[in-house]
């Protein structure tokens, strides 16, 4: 079992960290291939390969292909839009659960643990002011370069 996993909706991929597969033992499994990965943020990722693992959800097991990617993350990996819509989950981040159909008619659940989440969202948010670039200051000072890296002086 893995946990620190995140469900999200606008992920085209499912990834998981590198660390984890090798705590798995299953570091030869992977399909060795270098992708780029693009975040909402505009952050650029290659991917180690891919690896495909079955994902349990009580008691719907699915085979899917995970990215496997070697960054610091708050999270051990994205559940994606490949999960998601395999099992027909309906997910809810107000209330931190997915729900899906499970044979028989009846609907599966999985809720998040509250607490976890919000430790990964600090980390998270910890890691952005630290990687955050300065804002530009309105006014540019003598010999400042512009966007096209012409160089501009006051008079």
């Not at 992920?11 to 780029?36: D, P, R, Y």
Request: proline share 5%; hydrophobic share 30%; charged share 20%.
């Amino acid at each position: 079992m893995v946990d620190r996993i995140h469900a999200d909706e606008g992920s085209i991929a499912n990834i998981l960290q590198l660390t984890v597969i090798q705590q798995m033992g299953l570091e030869a499994k992977i399909n060795k291939s270098a992708k780029s990965l693009t975040g909402f943020n505009g952050a650029t990722t290659v991917t180690v390969g891919t690896i495909e693992l079955d994902i349990y959800a009580p008691p719907v097991i699915n085979s899917q292909t995970f990215m496997v990617i070697h960054e610091i993350s708050p999270y051990n990996g994205i559940l994606g839009r490949p999960w998601i819509s395999k099992i027909n989950a309906v997910t809810s981040a107000t209330h931190q659960k997915i729900r899906y159909p499970i044979p028989g008619g009846c609907i599966g659940q999985i809720n998040s643990d509250q607490a976890m989440a919000r430790k990964c969202s600090t980390q998270g948010l910890k890691k952005k002011q630290t990687n955050t670039v300065p804002p530009c200051e309105s006014g540019r000072s003598k010999g400042s370069r512009t966007s096209r890296g012409e160089s501009r002086s006051r008079s």
